[in-house]
């Protein structure tokens, strides 16, 4: 299938550029993916369309400050963006602003750390740097890594709103956006209603957010990304399965985490890593309702909602959203695929 084919027209003044006023106050676009039938809600009566016995997956990844600046070979200013760490002092990165230096190129940090450029491949950087920096320096010297159709710099609210409440495992370069609508409040309400809520853990990488810029679907490689499954989890889900109601999916990343570890002998607990890329076609082995955010045109993203519920459904309810006036992208609205 053609990229052009999951495109979109979308009004600049509708890419969300601040959260909403609270977690609970976004809007929620209920699809019927059998029907097609679009329904309009709010994620604070997100509890009121999920029946008691549900399995609701989410991922617990906490987001790194992973935008770091410093200063080029040149004098001029650099910026990466840190994906993940690949030994004590060397990581993986995109550049955000770092000009074409050769390998070997020294950039300035912030405490007198230097990073030279080891190798680079396509847009992946990586950086060797010295002293080694670890979590502590990036909370202070790095920065919230909000995406780039944010056009402002990150604040001190989003160190709060632009992570899970539930998020533990520090790892992610990008939030897992659904989650981000789920307070503490709207999860014990769903609790008390009687639905499980279970925990995967994948880092948000350049599988997850890198473009497809190749024509053809088919055509585009997924990066890895790491996931880890506990054994709890995998029993709930393994039972979700068997019972035929299969899971509630919170966001993209859990979709792609049980998808990828599921197999002969049901969910597969511990570590993995994905490079799983879902296209119309693929069979949801695990997955039965997903709720997700608004994605951009032309993304992996809009490709697997699209591979769940029919591209031209989903095109036809983004056409509604735009219409209605809801917000997308990472701060924007959401959307509840049944």
């Known amino acids: ?54 399995l609701m997956v989410v991922n617990d990844s906490r987001v790194r400050k992973a935008r770091v600046f410093g200063t080029r070979p040149d004098g001029a200013s650099a910026e990466f963006l840190l994906l993940a760490q690949k030994g004590p002092d060397l990581w993986e990165a995109i550049a955000g602003r770092a000009g074409k230096p050769r390998v070997g190129a020294a950039f300035s940090f912030p405490e007198g750390v230097v990073a030279r450029l080891e190798s680079r491949d396509g847009e992946r950087r990586l950086l060797r740097f010295e002293p080694p920096i670890d979590e502590l320096w990036l909370e202070r010297n790095g920065h919230v890594p909000l995406p780039p159709y944010i056009k402002r710099p990150d604040e001190a ?41 279970a925990r995967v853990t994948l880092h948000v990488g350049l599988g997850t957010f890198q473009p497809i810029r190749s024509q053809d679907i088919e055509d585009h490689e997924m990066h890895e990304e790491s996931y880890s499954i506990p054994t709890e989890t995998k029993d709930l ?67 697997l909602v699209s591979a769940f519920a029919g591209r031209e459904r989903i095109l036809a309810a983004y056409g509604e959203a735009v219409q209605r006036g809801y917000r997308f992208f990472s701060y924007g609205d959401a959307m509840l695929i049944q």
């Open 237 to 303: 889900v393994d039972e979700a399965v068997r019972s035929g109601k299969g899971v509630l999916a919170v966001g993209t990343t859990v979709v792609r985490t049980l998808e990828s570890a599921w197999g002969t002998d049901g969910l597969a607990a511990g570590d993995g890593a994905t490079r799983l890329f879902i296209t119309p076609g693929y069979e949801f082995k695990v997955v039965r309702r997903m709720m997700t955010n608004f994605h951009t045109p032309g993304s992996t993203l809009l490709v």
């Open 1 to 54: 299938m053609k990229t052009s084919q999951f495109s979109f027209d979308l009004p600049e003044d509708r890419i969300a550029q601040v959260p909403s006023a609270d977690r609970e106050a976004a809007r929620l676009l209920v699809l019927d993916r059998a029907s097609g039938a679009v329904s309009h809600s709010s994620v604070h009566d997100l509890a009121s369309w999920i029946n008691p016995g549900t």
């Open 157 to 197: 609210p989003d160190q709060e709103r632009y992570q899970t409440v539930y998020a533990r495992h520090v790892g992610s370069a990008a939030a897992p956006t659904a989650g981000l609508h789920l307070s503490s409040r709207l999860l014990d309400e769903l609790d008390a209603k009687g639905v499980k809520i």
